[in-house]
């Protein structure tokens, strides 16, 4: 089966600037994940989605950060406007249910100068 | 609130010596752990979780309430084995992975 897809892997922007990213989960998993992975640390679950339901988004910098998965498959992940603390790598993952596996996209590394 | 502790970002060991992992927790209620991995220039995959007491690679992971550790031990590291290693705990409660800091295994030959 495929995998977890994200788009761009790449992205330099300056601060204040917008950016959003993009996933495509596994096919039939109903949980989606945001991860923020700063340089040197372990992801940090930024938003959880149940269906196109958010489950837990307590830790979501709601002032800058926003996420929706409208029908209940792709999801955005959106900053706006961003800081330079933003700089990390973005992870997508997709498992069943909750509860269950993991399944991790390749990521998408976050440069703010 | 749960936390995990990885205690050493960077760990070396030769070929065929053996290795381990250590992953401590604070977590209130009863805990499910994994070990994830990450081999260079590949994405973050499962490794082992504790309740399914499989051994993956040759790595084995026990769950030691008492002392709230789950270590990863392999008796005989192999190159292929150098890559990232997150201890995660899942909270039933909240119902998220909460990830250590992770640690670097470096298999020399």
């Known amino acids: 089966e495929a995998g977890v897809a994200q788009s761009p892997r790449y992205k330099i922007i300056e601060k204040r600037q917008s950016v959003a990213f993009w996933c495509n989960p596994i096919?039939?998993?109903?949980?989606l994940y945001w991860y923020q992975q700063i340089l040197g640390q372990g992801p940090k679950l930024l938003i959880q989605?149940?269906?196109?339901?958010?489950?837990?988004d307590s830790q979501l910098p709601k002032d800058r950060f926003s996420a929706e998965r409208l029908k209940g498959v792709d999801s955005t992940l959106k900053i706006q406007p961003a800081k330079l603390e933003d700089s990390a790598v973005y992870l997508c993952?997709?498992?069943?249910?909750?509860?269950?596996?993991?399944?991790f996209g390749p990521g998408t590394r976050l440069l703010v100068l | 609130a749960q936390r995990v502790t990885q205690p050493e970002k960077l760990l070396s060991v030769f070929k065929g010596a053996p290795v381990e992992l250590k992953c401590n927790y604070s977590?209130?209620?009863?805990?499910?752990l994994f070990w994830y991995v990450q081999y260079s220039r590949q994405r973050l995959q499962l490794l082992l979780r504790?309740?399914s007491r499989e051994s993956i690679k040759g790595f084995t992971a026990d769950l030691n309430k008492g002392e709230t550790s789950f270590h990863l031990k392999k008796p005989f590291a192999q190159e292929e084995d150098s890559a990232m290693y997150y201890c995660?705990?899942?909270?039933?409660?909240?119902?998220?992975?909460?990830f250590g800091s992770g640690t670097q295994l470096t298999v020399l030959p």
């Open positions: 977590y209130s209620g009863s805990p499910e």
């Open positions: 504790h309740i």
């Open positions: 096919s039939g998993h109903a949980t």
């Open positions: 989605f149940q269906n196109n339901g958010v489950v837990d």
């Open positions: 993952a997709s498992s069943f249910i909750q509860g269950e596996t993991q399944y």
């Open positions: 995660a705990l899942f909270s039933g409660s909240a119902r998220q992975l909460t």
